[in-house]
């Protein structure tokens, strides 16, 4: 069957369906591409342009070019590697433990389909990572805790940033300024949740980053509700790129600092930086 038809028969079953169809196939041909691996290059900023712009390179997810991704080996080799910040992604299981990991299920990276928030951290520990780049060289790797990924700031001397999935209660806030704190790790909270950082706001004088895909007038007028929180933006969305990346600029002259996400391009984040955006946050990058 020809591509015309195939796309033909998709428009018809779409118009036929009110669109239940077609939208169906789309999501499913954006999970099958979700859950490939994709391979990041490794690349220094070194020699290039951007060497002398001051830009503070944030490893995502840890150094997930080379290392499963939100894992404790990720975190070593970022820090190996020289990062000024490492972020992650938290969970907390439903026995009061943070745990990192992206997705709200676990399948893309072990196969089974868990929960986080669901399960016991002991549960969780039964599951081993099946994914990631060069996931052979660590066998029977489990979850991280989140205490591990400070303890590898630490070590590492990098910046923590922690990204917190979906809205919180002010309960749980507390318990991620108490942990920053004890470790005494400079740290970033973000998240795509406004009500997170208010109430995060509300304990912790921390940087903090509102998470957007593309940049509206509102989200500005947001982060200016709060004392230091900025914005973070998908820096491979082409919205945020137009026009000399316009809304990046109104951003800068609103006063707000800048944060992209997950660029792995250098020639990209030259113009980002061009904005005055010093926060590149990158899965293969490197100074």
């Given at each position: 069957?020809?591509?015309?038809?195939?796309?033909?028969?998709?428009?018809?079953?779409?118009?036929?369906?009110?669109?239940?169809?077609?939208?169906?196939?789309?999501?499913?041909?954006?999970?099958?591409?979700?859950?490939?691996?994709?391979?990041?290059?490794?690349?220094?900023?070194?020699?290039?342009?951007?060497?002398?712009?001051?830009?503070?390179?944030?490893?995502?997810?840890?150094?997930?070019?080379?290392?499963?991704?939100?894992?404790?080996?990720?975190?070593?080799?970022?820090?190996?590697?020289?990062?000024?910040?490492?972020?992650?992604?938290?969970?907390?299981?439903?026995?009061?433990?943070?745990?990192?990991?992206?997705?709200?299920?676990?399948?893309?990276?072990?196969?089974?389909?868990?929960?986080?928030?669901?399960?016991?951290?002991?549960?969780?520990?039964?599951?081993?990572?099946?994914?990631?780049?060069?996931?052979?060289?660590?066998?029977?790797?489990?979850?991280?805790?989140?205490?591990?990924?400070?303890?590898?700031?630490?070590?590492?001397?990098?910046?923590?940033?922690?990204?917190?999935?979906?809205?919180?209660?002010?309960?749980?806030?507390?318990?991620?300024?108490?942990?920053?704190?004890?470790?005494?790790?400079?740290?970033?909270?973000?998240?795509?949740?406004?009500?997170?950082?208010?109430?995060?706001?509300?304990?912790?004088?921390?940087?903090?980053?509102?998470?957007?895909?593309?940049?509206?007038?509102?989200?500005?007028?947001?982060?200016?509700?709060?004392?230091?929180c900025g914005i973070s933006f998908d820096g491979n969305d082409k919205r945020n790129l137009k026009n000399d990346c316009e809304m990046v600029r109104k951003c800068r002259d609103a006063g707000l600092d800048t944060a992209t996400w997950a660029v792995d391009d250098l020639d990209l984040i030259k113009k980002i930086a061009d904005t005055g955006t010093k926060f590149i946050t990158t899965n293969g990058i490197?100074?």
């Open positions: 069957m020809n591509k015309k038809i195939k796309i033909g028969m998709l428009s018809a079953l779409g118009v036929a369906g009110g669109y239940g169809i077609y939208k169906l196939v789309a999501q499913a041909i954006w999970l099958h591409n979700y859950f490939q691996l994709t391979d990041y290059p490794v690349l220094s900023i070194k020699g290039s342009v951007l060497e002398d712009m001051d830009l503070k390179l944030i490893a995502h997810r840890g150094f997930r070019a080379v290392a499963p991704e939100n894992t404790v080996p990720a975190y070593v080799k970022a820090g190996e590697a020289g990062y000024w910040g490492a972020e992650c992604d938290v969970y907390r299981t439903k026995d009061g433990v943070w745990v990192l990991h992206h997705d709200p299920y676990t399948y893309r990276m072990m196969g089974d389909v868990k929960n986080p928030e669901k399960c016991t951290y002991e549960e969780l520990m039964k599951l081993t990572y099946k994914s990631g780049h060069n996931i052979a060289e660590y066998p029977d790797l489990k979850f991280a805790r989140l205490e591990e990924f400070y303890e590898m700031c630490k070590k590492y001397n990098m910046h923590a940033v922690v990204e917190i999935k979906y809205d919180r209660s002010a309960a749980y806030m507390k318990e991620l300024v108490d942990m920053a704190e004890r470790f005494g790790v400079d740290t970033t909270f973000i998240a795509f949740d406004f009500v997170n950082l208010v109430e995060l706001r509300k304990l912790t004088d921390a940087p903090l980053f509102f998470l957007v895909y593309d940049i509206k007038n509102s989200d500005i007028k947001k982060a200016k509700t709060l004392d230091n490197t100074y």
